[in-house]
């Protein structure tokens, strides 16, 4: 089996001796036994801890849940500064979480029901393996976009019951957030743990019209009226 | 001037600085991979509190269940503190914004673990230890903790007062010294030793238990490991204790049942492991659940078998093994979480040994202690710190900064030592198992001792200073090394059976045992003595 693997832009060929395995395993095997300078994340192996999500042939998997294929082409994630091979670095991409302030602001006691837990049951599964993000068409225009990881966490927060402050969030995702978002949903064609980020953004521009907000972009646009009807 | 550095970016460790900085602290996180990508985030099954919301449930049963569990070497006091602090852990994560599964009365949700005698472990599906972990890192950005990634290279220690820590930063090659008035070292257990046979990620290489080692402080007990009975028989993967806890059946190849599903951990690896050595394969079935019932319990164990394994748990059964999966032994403290031997250092979670797991770890506490002891070490920390700011003297930097250039100049790379983690991996495996025997288990020690002895033939291929995973490699590889050497001579010294401890030759608990296994070095070699239990 062959497989192609993009290093510093330049693609590199390897050889492997398997019928079958997943691309970690595979990995793994170049570093041990073929070229110990190949560079990559991981840790887990099972698909958890989200550290070695890589493009194959275009598409975002996880490398440790990947079977590979003879002729697959291996990549890094895209709209991360590229550190080595299919190392990226995260931290820029992460500094979205801040940004959104995805968190509990004014934690509250109430009562909270089994129905209410699976409202957000999956949105909560986000391994923050940064697929998504890699996948989403509108950072390759606006670098500053908040990203759909950091909005479907944005959306499980305020979705919970124990928040007692939705709006705090709901202001900080206007500007490059819910609205700067296109509705293609290539981030929920790709999430490994099987969520849905454009409905999640959806859901949380129908929140945030209960505060007032409203599409910036339908309100720029003069359906040929010459502005305003 | 920092007041307490934390090692380590796990539950534990995330934990003590949301606490320390409660307490008006400086801290400082750091750890070698992102936070989210910590062994934590691996566990499935619940974490433990006596809240009784399913069944019947009290503190003293749970502080009795924990104690039996240990097979006597655990410090009653530890455990009772801990039992009884495991309520305000589990509110204390619901504030936080925890998302635990509900009863239909709306109250946290709890499931069944073996060795429980009540259905006592919270629960977000099979994802309780990922869940928990990503609340407490966006409490983390919330709190603005700084957390930085660095190697663990050494601890800074003079005569005997920790003063911080020495790192290589992978991302420009440097070597950094972080100075603190405290230093909390929460960076996991050495599963990885059992490489290829442990549900434990890669990096559990136990960098800080090595550290202490190191820098003159003691470890306890490393020959206790737990051995999971039910991993995927090909890849190791963890399939959760909640899968038997709800119901799951282990069988044979002719589909018999063979042993009471719900015993410790230790009684059922080891009837799993005589099954298969009388040539049987062993399987775990929940095909009796249904589709519904298993996808809503256990999404992820659905999707490992059906990703690793290659099979659907709905219709078929899973072929599993029992593999290395916690380790016991670790950092030696006292009951205020100092590490015997350092002044101003303490360790929490998995590296270190609190006395609370002894023999063996029951089910559901290892989420407990990381929740319940990471908060109290950030508070005992932050209200002892040193008046005065530590003066250091550059040595131990000067000393690392050599070591790792002589790494790009000196070493050859002619033997390969991925290869050598891999075989010494199955060694682990094999002789300092579930079964062990002395014979075997002074094999593995020549052998780790041929491979130190072979160091200098080894070292790194790749010369990049930058971004350089074959050097941090190299360097989890010299823990391995370390803390093996332990773990076998440890078990060696143990001539009896205790807990997860099994030695054929001596089967039975004996009460001149009943005793901590202490090691520690002093200019560089090994010494050890055993320290009695005592009876409060």
Redesign the interface.
């Known amino acids: 089996m062959k497989i192609t693997i993009r290093r510093n832009q330049k693609p590199v060929e390897y050889k492997l001796p398997f019928k079958s395995t997943?691309l970690l395993k595979a990995l793994y095997h170049i570093?041990?036994?073929q070229d110990?300078?190949l560079?990559?994340?991981?840790?887990?192996?099972?698909?958890?801890?989200?550290?070695c999500a890589v493009r194959v042939n275009g598409k975002e998997v996880l490398a440790c849940?990947y079977p590979i294929e003879s002729g697959d082409i291996i990549e890094p994630l895209r709209y991360h500064p590229l550190?080595?091979d299919l190392?990226v670095?995260?931290t820029q991409a992460?500094k979205t979480?801040?940004t959104s302030?995805?968190?509990?602001h004014q934690?509250q006691e109430t009562?909270?029901?089994?129905e209410?837990?699976k409202l957000?049951?999956k949105q909560?599964?986000?391994?923050?393996c940064h697929s998504c993000y890699s996948a989403c068409p509108v950072l390759e225009v606006n670098p500053n976009f908040i990203g759909p990881f950091a909005l479907t966490?944005a959306y499980?927060?305020t979705s919970?019951p124990?928040e007692a402050d939705i709006k705090t969030t709901i202001d900080n995702i206007q500007t490059n957030g819910i609205w700067d978002c296109t509705l293609c949903g290539e981030c929920t064609e790709v999430c490994p743990q099987g969520i849905d980020p454009k409905m999640d953004i959806t859901m949380l521009r129908s929140t945030a019209s209960q505060f007032g907000y409203s599409d910036p972009n339908f309100q720029a646009m003069d359906f040929g009226f010459g502005g305003g009807f | 001037m920092l007041d307490i550095l934390i090692i380590g970016t796990g539950g534990a460790g995330l934990s003590a600085a949301l606490s320390a900085k409660e307490q008006g602290s400086t801290v400082l996180v750091v750890g070698k991979?992102?936070p989210?990508?910590?062994?934590t985030?691996?566990a499935q099954g619940g974490i433990n509190a006596a809240l009784g919301n399913v069944t019947p449930d009290s503190i003293q049963s749970h502080i009795a269940d924990t104690i039996q569990s240990a097979h006597g070497l655990c410090d009653e006091n530890m455990v009772k503190q801990m039992c009884e602090d495991a309520t305000h852990s589990i509110k204390w994560l619901?504030?936080?914004?925890v998302?635990?599964?509900?009863?239909?009365n709306?109250t946290v949700?709890q499931r069944q673990l073996g060795g429980a005698s009540s259905k006592r472990a919270c629960y977000?599906?099979d994802?309780t230890g990922?869940?928990i972990l990503?609340t407490l890192y966006?409490?983390c950005?919330?709190e603005a903790i700084e957390i930085k990634e660095l190697f663990l290279l050494n601890l800074v220690v003079e005569d005997g007062v920790t003063k911080g820590a020495v790192f290589l930063d992978t991302?420009t090659g440097e070597i950094k010294q972080i100075i603190a008035k405290s230093v909390i070292i929460a960076t996991g257990g050495y599963g990885a030793i059992y490489k290829n046979y442990t549900t434990n990620?890669?990096?559990s290489t136990g960098d800080g238990i090595a550290s202490v080692l190191r820098a003159g402080g003691r470890v306890s007990d490393m020959e206790f490991v737990q051995f999971h009975p039910t991993a995927l028989r090909h890849?190791s993967?963890?399939i959760s204790e909640s899968a038997r806890g709800e119901g799951g059946y282990l069988v044979n190849s002719k589909e018999e049942r063979f042993v009471d599903e719900l015993l410790p951990r230790d009684v059922v690896a080891r009837a799993i492991a005589s099954q298969i050595s009388q040539g049987e394969d062993v399987f775990l079935d929940v095909r009796h659940f249904g589709e519904e019932k298993l996808l809503s319990l256990m999404p992820?164990e659905v999707?490992?078998a059906k990703?690793?394994e290659g099979i659907d748990p709905v219709t078929e059964l899973i072929p599993i093994k029992p593999v290395a999966h916690y380790t016991m032994g670790g950092i030696d403290v006292n009951r205020t979480l100092e590490v015997n031997g350092l002044k101003n250092c303490y360790a929490v979670g998995e590296c270190s040994n609190a006395k609370i797991h002894g023999a063996n770890r029951l089910g559901g506490n290892s989420l407990l202690e990381i929740i319940s002891l990471g908060r109290q070490v950030g508070k005992i920390a932050s209200q002892n710190l040193p008046k005065e700011e530590p003066k250091i003297r550059d040595t131990q930097l000067q000393k690392d900064k050599e070591f790792i250039e002589s790494l790009f100049e000196e070493y050859p790379?002619e033997q390969?030592f991925?290869?050598l983690e891999?075989n010494l991996g199955e060694k682990f495996y094999k002789y300092a198992g579930i079964t062990r025997d002395n014979n075997q288990l002074n094999n593995l020690l020549n052998k780790i001792r041929v491979i130190k002895a072979d160091i200098d033939n080894m070292g790194?291929?790749?010369k990049?200073r930058?971004?350089?995973?074959?050097l941090v490699?190299f360097l989890q590889f010299l823990n391995i090394l370390d803390i093996g050497e332990i773990v076998a001579e440890s078990a060696i010294i143990r001539d009896e059976s205790r807990g997860a401890h099994y030695k054929e030759a001596f089967p039975k608990e004996e009460s001149g045992y009943l005793a901590h296994s202490l090691f520690w070095l002093e200019e560089g070699a090994i010494q050890n003595r055993f320290e009695k239990v005592v009876k409060q």
């Open positions: 997943t570093k041990s036994y110990a300078t560079t990559f994340d991981s840790n887990c192996r099972s698909g958890v801890c989200g550290a849940a550190q080595r190392k670095d995260k992460i979480l801040k302030t995805a968190w509990l934690s009562t909270i029901s089994s209410q837990v957000t049951e909560s599964d986000c391994i923050l966490r499980r927060y919970d124990r | 991979s992102h989210t990508t910590s062994q985030a691996m619901e504030e936080l914004g998302p635990f599964d509900r009863t239909p709306a949700a977000a599906q994802y990922l869940k990503h966006d409490n950005l919330k991302s990620a890669d990096a890849s993967i963890l992820q999707h490992l990703t690793h790379f390969n991925y290869q891999n790194i291929k790749d990049s930058v971004h350089n995973t074959n490699d």
